[in-house]
């Protein structure tokens, strides 16, 4: 089975620090670019994740099968 993992549109994230706080496991704020990312120690997709993707007031997390 393919895995999912969570993708920060770079272009669109408009660094609102939610994602951190609604899955902190998964999403870190980049302190250089003030954006969020992905954490290279990421889990597997989960109900949090699925929650910030939702939660993001622009869209720009999806979730990608590898
Ligand atoms: S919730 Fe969306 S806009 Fe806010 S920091 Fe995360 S990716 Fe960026």
Do not use: H, Y
């Not at 089975?1 to 770079?10: G, L």
């Not at 704020?29 to 949090?48: L, R, S």
């Amino acid at each position: 089975m393919a895995k999912k993992k969570a993708v920060v549109n770079q272009d669109t994230c408009i660094g609102c620090n939610t994602c951190p706080l609604v899955d902190p496991d998964t999403f870190e704020m980049d302190n250089d670019t003030f954006k969020a990312k992905v954490k290279d120690t990421a889990p597997e997709v989960n109900d949090k994740t699925e929650m910030a993707v939702t939660s993001c007031p622009v869209g720009a997390i999806s979730i990608s099968e590898e």
